[in-house]
């Protein structure tokens, strides 16, 4: 090993350690992290900032949330193999690269055309089959790939979106941040069951506001 490869090493070991010190303890969620590369997804003056557990600027205005929410999150949704998820809010495509580990087929959807395409074109660099991506309006769901077993929101609505929830299966879990403003959000479990929903409150947290209608970034 060279030098910079050594100290790609490190920091992905630091990476790694900051994970499990934040709470992110499911195996399966560490070895999907592990194994995918933060640093594929950021480009420009903060791609040396890849494996630090912050979020970081990407196009459109958007973000690429900090890792440790990223697996907190994804734990917190508990994919299991056989699943079909829903994410809301591709962004740069790292969840939905996570998820694919997870999951045996996972759509995601984002209002920035711009977006969906930069993701599609590192996650098919990965060779990540089993990821679909939509550029549309991600707050009325995918209706014609509904039921989900499970549903990732990364944007803030100030209830969980109905339709959403209309295209959760029954046994289902939705986790997203609700808030009315980006100052004051808590990210929340929706476990949709037999008799109706149960909610689950799991921390603060701060996300971009889910938007409807398209991005104009063509």
């Known amino acids: 090993m060279n030098q910079d490869e050594l100290d790609i090493a490190e920091r992905k070991m630091q990476f790694l350690f900051a994970l499990r010190s934040r709470g992110v303890t499911d195996k399966r969620v560490l070895e999907a992290m592990e194994k995918i590369d933060r640093g594929a997804f950021i480009r420009g003056l903060f791609a040396d900032r890849a494996y630090e557990d912050m979020p970081l600027p990407i196009s459109c205005g958007q973000t690429i949330s900090q890792p440790s929410v990223v697996g907190l999150m994804t734990q917190a949704l508990d994919v299991q193999p056989r699943d079909k998820v829903l994410e809301v809010g591709t962004g740069s495509g790292y969840q ?86 980006d100052t004051v959000q808590s990210l929340i479990r929706v476990r949709k069951t037999e008799t109706g929903l149960d909610y689950d409150e799991l921390r603060p947290v701060r996300f971009v506001p889910l938007v409807e209608g398209m991005g104009k970034d063509g």
């Open 96 to 181: 939905a690269a996570v998820l694919s580990q997870l999951a045996r087929r996972v759509y995601t959807v984002d209002r920035h055309p711009r977006l969906v395409r930069e993701a599609k074109a590192v996650l098919d660099s990965m060779g990540l089959v089993n990821v679909t991506t939509f550029a549309a309006d991600g707050s009325f769901g995918l209706p014609e790939q509904a039921p989900f077993d499970r549903i990732l929101v990364t944007a803030a609505a100030e209830d969980p979106p109905g339709p959403l929830l209309a295209q959760l299966k029954t046994g289902g879990i939705m986790v997203l941040p609700v808030g009315q403003s």
